[in-house]
């Protein structure tokens, strides 16, 4: 690596670091909070979702390879798993560390490797490292117009002050799960675009095998990079008026190589009832003006990046064009969320990372024509209104944290009676027990 090369490396780790500790607030703020005789849970936004990836790494932690959900009583065969809370659970048992710390732990080093790795995708379209520099802290703290709109909320408001899936931020500050997920979907478009511009065969077994790993970690992103694929190499096509023989053979090399994991899913999803009736819960897609409002002065910037790339290359006769990857999945990522699926809303996740992009692109070329330091300010401006809603995602969470409750209503504090009563459980319920608690 040159000199160059590990200088900006530093800048965008520094940048990272930073991100992650900035997403960290509401905990920090929520363990400082915490009353006489309480202990504070960890978590500080949905709750629900945070205690189902709980009690996977317990199970996990426990020697379990096979989760079972352990929030019904119902029969169930049990034959899934997770890797990535395997990992976790693993980990939590070799180091003996609560589950919570370990969970944080991978949300804070996924949260690093995420802007690592959008930085390294990143240069597969943007040659300069200024623009790499602008993009950044873009898709590190960006979000849309949500915060402006007093109306905006769950379940048809702008998306970015309701659905963290959409934002990369939100991503960094709730969820290891999403943070997995977009590293696996973005490492599986890295190793296809690598395939189709070199040709070859170890860069799509690498896609493969990160579509593998994903078929089973967040199964729902594979149908996102089977659609923005398909669409691009049908673009691809049209555009070289030549049909990619070689692409599509890599690309059904890679394909192959993750259709295990997507068989077993559906496997369980017809065997297991439980797992079946959480896949088939209705999470529809809010209008598509709430996704435009949710990216807000990106999308602008990311429709204005896409004009100059299309106008650059007429004017300047490219035989390549590198960028139509972001313009496929750019557009082809606003039509995925309303497939006909129950939780078609999440198939949003990943598409604020192209639109950065090609954000970051328009203000590479736009703003060096402003006189003296006006460019700079102008973009510390369009930093400052992009990232309104996550400073209101954040401040909502702290202002439920100070009176001890969370946004889906769950308490954020327990009692070290109630810890005492879960521990007893622990230590003398069987599997075959049922619990019935009350609502705190």
Not at 50 to 76: E, K
Request: aromatic content about 12%.
């Amino acid at each position: 690596m040159s000199k160059p090369d590990r200088s900006e490396l530093r800048w965008v780790l520094i940048w990272a670091v930073a991100i992650v500790l900035l997403a960290s607030v509401p905990y920090i703020y929520g363990a400082r909070l915490t009353p006489p005789g309480y202990t504070f849970l960890g978590l500080t936004h949905n709750i629900d979702d945070g205690a189902v990836y709980l009690s996977w790494m317990r199970q996990a932690a426990d020697g379990r390879f096979f989760i079972r959900n352990l929030f019904t009583n119902n029969p169930q065969p049990a034959r899934q798993f997770n890797l990535l809370f395997l990992a976790m659970g693993w980990f939590a048992a070799i180091t003996r560390l609560p589950l919570i710390i370990v969970f944080h732990l991978f949300r804070v080093a996924l949260g690093i490797a995420l802007i690592l790795c959008i930085w390294r995708f990143s240069k597969l379209f943007l040659n300069d490292s200024n623009q790499r520099k602008l993009l950044v802290p873009l898709v590190g703290v960006s979000a849309g117009i949500g915060w402006l709109i007093p109306s905006a909320v769950m379940p048809t408001g702008s998306v970015d002050v309701w659905q963290p899936e959409a934002i990369t931020f939100l991503s960094i500050y709730l969820n290891p799960l999403f943070l997995a997920g977009l590293l696996l979907m973005l490492g599986a478009f890295y190793w296809l675009e690598l395939a189709r511009r070199e040709g070859k065969a170890r860069y799509a077994v690498c896609a493969g095998l990160h579509l593998l790993v994903l078929g089973n970690v967040h199964s729902y992103d594979v149908l996102t990079v089977a659609c923005v694929w398909t669409a691009y190499i049908v673009v691809v096509w049209a555009i070289a008026k030549r049909f990619p023989t070689r692409t599509i053979g890599l690309s059904a090399l890679a394909a192959l190589i993750a259709a295990p994991s997507m068989a077993y899913q559906y496997w369980i999803y017809t065997i297991d009832p439980i797992f079946a009736a959480r896949a088939n819960t209705e999470i529809a897609s809010p209008p598509i003006l709430s996704f435009f409002e949710g990216y807000g002065l990106i999308l602008i910037g990311a429709i204005i990046g896409a004009i100059l790339l299309i106008v650059r290359r007429r004017n300047t006769q490219y035989s390549t064009f590198n960028a139509q990857l972001l313009l496929v999945w750019s557009v082809i990522g606003f039509a995925i969320p309303y497939i006909p699926i129950a939780q078609q809303r999440k198939l949003v996740m990943g598409l604020h990372i192209p639109l950065c992009i090609l954000c970051a692109y328009a203000l590479s070329r736009l703003l060096p024509k402003l006189p003296g330091t006006l460019g700079r300010t102008v973009f510390m401006a369009i930093l400052v209104v992009a990232a309104g809603s996550n400073a209101r995602f954040l401040a909502t969470d702290m202002g439920l944290l100070a009176i001890g409750h969370t946004a889906t209503d769950h308490a954020a504090y327990m009692s070290d009676d109630e810890l005492r009563a879960m521990t007893y459980l622990r230590d003398h319920a069987t599997p075959r027990d049922s619990i019935l608690a009350p609502p705190t």
